[in-house]
T-cell receptor, first 108, second 118 residues
Framework: GQNIDQPTEMTATEGAIVQINCTYQTSGFNGLFWYQQHAGEAPTFLSYNVLDGLEEKGRFSSFLSRSKGYSYLLLKELQMKDSASYLCAVTGANNLFFGTGTRLTVIP | GAGVSQSPRYKVTKRGQDVALRCDPISGHVSLYWYRQALGQGPEFLTYFNYEAQQDKSGLPNDRFSAERPEGSISTLTIQRTEQRDSAMYRC????????????????FGAGTRLSVL
């Protein structure tokens, strides 16, 4: 089976750095995705990790440790528009399994 | 088209009626996926296609749910004899590459169809 754990909600201040953690259990791991979803909108792709280590893309970075079943998404220089849900998803044998998401609120 | 297109955007139906939800993927995308998303939850996998072939339907809740993609492009998710518990946002996604083990396939999601069963 598959299971993903993420914090339900987080709050951070504009300009700060926030780390959203994700732990997972899955059989047949084939990669981990992070998606961003603004309220009432479709999820949009942020990052993909399949090997251990850090992937950096602008203000967003994602880290993976396969041995620990652990990933995090790091958001730097937070902006108000970063307020959204952040979904961790793992690829199993054939499909993408999503966690419930972390709702991030950025405050001034 | 520019993105994944789903229709209708909203569907209100009475319990017991059948509904058909349509998905038009990004042009050229070979894989298409259906998800159901409850409020405050992540998308829940239902089924997916590579071209016209349905590869995995393990996520379909029961035999009232079916999907097809007869020409490898547009797909239809059909729910027969709808029940109130079927009310949810139904999302479609597509990707360029073939879905399967070891595949890095970025999925592009549509805006979804909000289904309400009264």
């Amino acid at each position: 089976g598959q299971n993903i754990d993420q914090p339900t909600e987080m709050t951070a201040t504009e300009g700060a750095i926030v780390q959203i953690n994700c732990t997972y259990q899955t059989s047949g791991f084939n990669g981990l995705f992070w998606y961003q979803q603004h309220a009432g909108e479709a999820p949009t792709f942020l990052s993909y990790n399949v090997l251990d280590g850090l992937e950096e893309k602008g203000r967003f970075s994602s880290f993976l440790s396969r041995s620990k079943g652990y990933s995090y998404l790091l958001l730097k220089e937070l902006q108000m528009k970063d307020s959204a849900s952040y979904l961790c998803a793992v690829t199993g044998a054939n499909n993408l399994f999503f966690g419930t998401g972390t709702r991030l609120t950025v405050i001034p | 088209g520019a993105g994944v297109s789903q229709s209708p955007r909203y569907k209100v139906t009475k319990r017991g009626q059948d509904v058909a939800l349509r998905c038009d993927p990004i042009s050229g995308h070979v894989s298409l996926y259906w998800y159901r998303q409850a409020l405050g939850q992540g998308p829940e996998f239902l089924t997916y296609f590579n071209y016209e072939a349905q590869q995995d339907k393990s996520g379909l809740p029961n035999d009232r749910f079916s999907a097809e993609r007869p020409e490898g492009s547009i797909s239809t998710l059909t729910i027969q004899r709808t029940e109130q518990r079927d009310s949810a946002m139904y999302r479609c996604a597509s990707s360029t590459g073939l879905a399967g083990p070891g595949a890095k396939n970025i999925q592009y999601f549509g805006a979804g169809t909000r289904l309400s069963v009264l």
